[in-house]
């Protein structure tokens, strides 16, 4: 079975990614996961407040107050709680690049525009195959808008594509207010993808101690379906390439993201839980169960079942909303 796919103009050959995580800290684990048969990895992230003297000051300033931030914890750590600093994550990257026959991406996660975007070049240079750019960003003031803050993110993403000849795929979160819109302006300024969700970890109360507390989750797969939502209206509107991340850790997960329009699937918690011959396991479910039901490659299926193709549009929009509630009254009688 053909399992090719084509993810920021990069031809791998199937379209399982292991996610910005854990695993890709050591390079004894990320030669586990090319074992395993990963078509690339991606490196986690490194921050704004990393690359900069001023941010670093910040990230101490308000190190007990901001509570909410992407891939892997859910407190913004003390300097010496992040994997790397800028130059070990330059040699880690060096290293895994040229260790690795699969691409490498590296990811920055930054919100305003400065001199820590001449990371990216530096990046480019040690070797990675793309570069995955978060944008997160908790508006907690009122005087900011809404179309004033994406209109910073465009242009910091314009800027990064400037930077750069690598492809550049950017994380975004789901709490966008007009999200197939902004996705229209990102492709406009230059993104060659888009990954659809990054998760973010909010705090919780400790009411004994009054004190905010934090912990870890892992994705399940009750988080699939916002991302097959958005992939299936996206990749109906848009031409660049679509990574679906969060929620897949079975067979069936992948070949749900594909067919609402993933050129890829990154996973990162069931490879946590399950280790990295898990992801071996699901490629070769994919092509048994393609095989079973006749397709002949993955390209056939993907976005089979997105907004323009799938049966019932309606469940993509509001149609669907108000079906659910109004056939819910079944279950209270």
């Given at each position: 079975?053909?399992?090719?796919?084509?993810?920021?103009g990069i031809e791998l050959p199937h379209p399982l990614v292991?996610?910005?995580?854990?695993?890709?800290?050591?390079?004894?684990?990320?030669?586990?996961?090319?074992?395993?048969?990963?078509?690339?990895?991606?490196?986690?992230?490194?921050?704004?407040?990393?690359?900069?003297?001023?941010?670093?000051?910040?990230?101490?300033?308000?190190?007990?107050?901001?509570?909410?931030?992407?891939?892997?914890?859910?407190?913004?750590?003390?300097?010496?709680?992040?994997?790397?600093?800028?130059?070990?994550y330059l040699e880690h990257l060096r290293r895994s690049a040229?260790?690795?026959?699969?691409?490498?991406?590296?990811?920055?996660?930054?919100?305003?525009?400065?001199?820590?975007?001449?990371?990216?070049?530096?990046?480019?240079?040690?070797?990675?195959?793309?570069?995955?750019?978060?944008?997160?960003?908790?508006?907690?003031?009122?005087?900011?808008?809404?179309?004033?803050?994406?209109?910073?993110?465009?242009?910091?993403?314009?800027?990064?594509?400037?930077?750069?000849?690598?492809?550049?795929?950017?994380?975004?979160?789901?709490?966008?207010?007009?999200?197939?819109?902004?996705?229209?302006?990102?492709?406009?300024?230059?993104?060659?993808?888009?990954?659809?969700?990054?998760?973010?970890?909010?705090?919780?109360?400790?009411?004994?101690?009054?004190?905010?507390?934090?912990?870890?989750?892992?994705?399940?797969?009750?988080?699939?379906?916002?991302?097959?939502?958005?992939?299936?209206?996206?990749?109906?509107?848009?031409?660049?390439?679509?990574?679906?991340?969060?929620?897949?850790?079975?067979?069936?997960?992948?070949?749900?993201?594909?067919?609402?329009?993933?050129?890829?699937?990154?996973?990162?918690?069931?490879?946590?839980?399950?280790?990295?011959?898990?992801?071996?396991?699901?490629?070769?479910?994919?092509?048994?169960?393609?095989?079973?039901?006749?397709?002949?490659?993955?390209?056939?299926?993907?976005?089979?079942?997105?907004?323009?193709?799938?049966?019932?549009?309606?469940?993509?929009?509001?149609?669907?909303?108000?079906?659910?509630?109004?056939?819910?009254?079944?279950?209270?009688?």
């Open positions: 079975m053909d399992l090719s796919t084509t993810y920021l292991s996610g910005a995580g854990p695993l890709s800290d050591s390079l004894d684990d990320l030669k586990r996961l090319e074992d395993a048969g990963a078509a690339a990895v991606v490196l986690r992230s490194l921050f704004e407040e990393q690359l900069t003297g001023e941010g670093m000051a910040a990230l101490h300033a308000i190190q007990d107050h901001n509570n909410s931030f992407a891939e892997a914890t859910s407190y913004l750590p003390t300097v010496e709680e992040f994997a790397f600093g800028p130059e070990e040229e260790a690795l026959e699969i691409p490498v991406i590296a990811s920055l996660n930054g919100t305003t525009p400065g001199g820590w975007l001449d990371f990216a070049k530096q990046l480019a240079a040690a070797g990675a195959a793309a570069i995955e750019l978060n944008l997160y960003h908790l508006p907690t003031d009122p005087r900011l808008h809404a179309v004033d803050l994406e209109s910073a993110m465009l242009a910091l993403v314009r800027q990064v594509k400037a930077a750069v000849t690598v492809p550049i795929a950017v994380k975004l979160s789901p709490y966008f207010s007009a999200l197939a819109s902004f996705a229209e302006g990102l492709e406009e300024v230059g993104a060659d993808g888009l990954v659809l969700f990054n998760r973010f970890y909010q705090p919780d109360i400790d009411p004994e101690r009054l004190e905010l507390d934090s912990s870890l989750h892992l994705s399940d797969r009750s988080e699939l379906p916002l991302r097959l939502q958005w992939l299936g209206i996206l990749s109906s509107q848009r031409t660049l390439s679509l990574a679906c991340s969060g929620g897949v850790h079975e067979v069936e997960d992948a070949l749900k993201a594909i067919m609402s329009g993933a050129h890829s699937v990154q996973m990162v918690s069931a490879l946590l839980k399950a280790g990295p011959a898990h992801l071996t396991k699901i490629r070769d479910g994919l092509s048994h169960w393609l095989t079973e039901h006749e397709y002949e490659s993955l390209a056939q299926a993907r976005g089979s079942m997105n907004l323009l193709r799938c049966p019932d549009p309606a469940a993509f929009t509001r149609g669907n909303y108000m079906r659910i509630i109004g056939t819910s009254r079944r279950f209270l009688s």
